[in-house]
């Protein structure tokens, strides 16, 4: 094989008893008699079917890959690593396994990102600058040593550090991606879980400026995710560590929430002098927080690397443009690019729906929405902004008719295809079912092209609904929503659980929807970028979280963000390079400004 290839068998996926070897049986070189894809013998030995390993020394690469193609369960990855390439692995979990390339910078005093796919190595990145696993450097035969390790980075900004893990004199707080297992893992109130990790007696300051003081006192059980997040934020910022590692802080939150919680592990970095590693799948929060930037890219599950160190504004530019600089690797065919000025203001196309002034509350009137009157047009993308709890799906579900509003009427007779923002999916039934069940285009080239490729569906296609992750739920039901015949497709939140690049693709992929089918598009999101990305006009949402909500009717993106932005009191300038947004430090000479001139978004 070319040096530069790497063979992945997944062993959760290679299920030899009940296949007949065609990998190993049709592999050329083993035509020719050569030990090329051969039996691992582990499983043998314990009676069961063998499970195949690939020699990388024989097997011909990429351009063969009859394996690849003849594996009925999409086992094996044979990959060309970019040329470009010139490094040796930081860590390989053994043969025909994943790799990873480099390693993240942590420096104390500054908020280091990394912005990539999941499923590319961070987890073992962290482990690593934590001291809690030695990497092996490539040679997973050996045993690792620290001084090995010190050896290869010895000359570069990664050597006090290394000296330090090796002295083991790294701490580290760690904030978990997926906060929802909190409660499984916590038996108690949410005060009882930060006074446990309360080590710089900061937490009352915490609870205040997150907003967790009405909730301080409930059973982790009982909390929201956008709770559990700022709880979990809390628990580790106030731990006394010399490393924090905080696996993406937006989940379940609004973009104020976002904002608050980016300017507080920026004091924890600065006024502490912390080294901070986060990682941030959105955009605009992550620009605002890091100092610096490493991008990651790779083939998740089989390889990832990891950059030297960008500028937050390069490394954000560079990833949006799909190709970075230094590396001269291209990771997207096409780049992402922004408007710098707000859409002119559209000849409206034909009304799709004229909706009355709407009012419903609930909970005894313990919280009560008020609409405004609107038009939807046929065609057009509405984007729907808002802070949490302010009635936004509400709104969504007195639309589908899930809800009957206490004032006006809605009495449209139109199709409408609903994701809502939490997913239940519960049929023991393969995602491949499901979705040749919505759409008799299931498998079609066209439905491949425009749905299952840019939702990257295609390796989950033969799992059961119910083994899934929640971003790939999110994605099937992305998937399963612009499948169907309707005449308004709603999507509440369809960002979450997301990672960069999978937003960046469904983000393509609904606006394509649209444009290619003239459909008509809600989206609720607080991801800006995508929102940005998206929307032809807002419908923003304001009052006071769980009390009173307001609906304004919808208006074109510069008043729309103006409205929205002024309640936030935030600005955003346009980046002079790709036009991207990038928020204002507060009271700067800009920020200031733009306050006065009321351009809060389109300067
Ligand atoms: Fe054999 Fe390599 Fe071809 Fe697979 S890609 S069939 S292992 S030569």
């Known amino acids: 094989m070319a040096d530069d290839s790497i063979a992945v068998v997944d062993l959760d ?11 190993s049986n049709f592999c050329p070189p083993n035509r020719t008699g050569k030990e090329c894809i051969t039996l691992r013998g582990e499983d043998a030995e314990q009676g069961g079917p063998d499970q195949v390993r690939i020699s990388e020394e024989i097997c011909l690469g990429e351009t063969c890959g009859i394996c690849v193609e003849k594996c009925p369960f999409d086992a094996i990855e044979i990959i060309n690593l970019p040329s470009e390439l010139d490094e040796e692995p930081t860590h390989r979990y053994g043969e025909n396994a994943f790799s990873l390339y480099g390693l993240p910078v942590p420096e104390s005093g500054s908020v280091t990102g990394i912005l990539g796919p999941n499923g590319i190595g961070k987890t073992t990145a962290v482990r690593a600058l934590a001291g809690e696993m030695v990497p092996n450097l490539g040679n997973y035969g050996d045993e690792p040593t620290w001084e090995a390790v010190l050896d290869r980075f010895r000359g570069t900004e990664l050597q006090n550090y290394v000296e330090q893990v090796r002295d083991g004199e790294v701490s580290i707080a760690r904030k978990p991606q997926y906060v929802d297992q909190i409660p499984k893992q916590f038996d108690g109130s949410a005060r009882d879980l930060l006074e446990a990790t309360d080590e710089r007696g900061a937490l009352d300051s915490y609870i205040d400026r997150l907003d967790i003081g009405p909730v301080v006192d409930n059973d982790i059980e009982t909390l929201s995710g956008g709770e559990l997040q700022r709880v979990a934020l809390a628990a580790t910022l106030a731990r006394d560590r010399d490393f924090y590692f ?151 579900q007195l639309f589908t008719g899930d809800l009957t509003p206490d004032m006006g009427e809605l009495d449209f007779a139109l199709d409408i295809s609903y994701k809502p923002q939490y ?47 929640g971003g790939e739920r999110q994605r099937v039901a992305i998937a399963a929503c612009l499948s169907q015949d ?38 609720i999101d607080h991801d800006i970028y995508m929102m940005d990305l998206l929307a032809d006009r807002l419908m923003v949402f304001d009052g006071e979280p769980s009390i009173e909500g307001h609906a304004s009717k919808p208006q074109e993106m510069r008043d729309g963000m103006n409205d929205f932005l002024s309640d936030l009191d935030i600005t955003f300038r346009r980046d002079e390079r790709t036009q991207r947004p990038r928020i204002n430090k507060p009271d700067s000479q800009l920020d200031r400004e733009q306050k006065r001139a009321g351009e809060y978004y389109y300067a």
Not at 365 to 377: K, R
Not at 490 to 499: G, I, V
Request: proline share 5%; hydrophobic share 35%.
């Open 13 to 23: 996926r290679c299920s030899p008893d009940r296949c007949s070897y065609e990998c």
């Open 246 to 396: 905080l696996d993406e802080i937006s989940p379940y939150l609004d973009i104020g929430q976002r904002v608050t919680a980016a300017r507080l592990i920026r004091e924890l970095a600065e006024e502490e002098d912390r080294a901070v590693l986060v990682v941030e799948h959105d955009l605009a929060i992550l620009d605002l927080l890091a100092d610096t930037l490493h991008v990651a890219y790779g083939e998740p599950g089989a390889y990832g690397v990891i950059t030297d160190p960008k500028s937050v504004r390069n490394g954000i530019n560079e990833y949006l443009k799909g190709y970075l600089s230094n590396e001269n690797m291209r990771i997207r065919p096409e780049a992402i690019t922004f408007e710098e000025h707000a859409p002119r203001e559209t000849t409206k196309a034909e009304p799709l729906v004229e909706y009355p002034e709407l009012a419903k509350s609930y909970g005894d009137g313990e919280f009560s929405l008020d609409v405004e009157a609107g038009t939807i047009y046929n065609g057009e993308v509405l984007g729907i902004v808002g802070p949490n709890g302010i009635g936004k799906s509400t709104l969504a």
């Open 423 to 469: 997913i239940e999916i519960d049929q023991p039934m393969r995602v491949d079912a499901f979705l040749s069940s919505i759409t008799d285009q299931f498998g079609s080239s066209y439905w491949n092209t425009e749905i299952a490729n840019p939702l990257q569906l295609n390796r989950i296609m033969e799992r059961n609904l119910t083994d899934l992750s």
């Open 486 to 523: 309707a005449d308004l497709y709603l999507l509440d939140e369809p960002s979450a659980h997301l990672d960069v690049e999978q937003r960046v693709q469904a983000t393509s992929a609904i606006r394509r929807y649209a444009e290619n089918h003239d459909a008509t598009v809600m989206v």
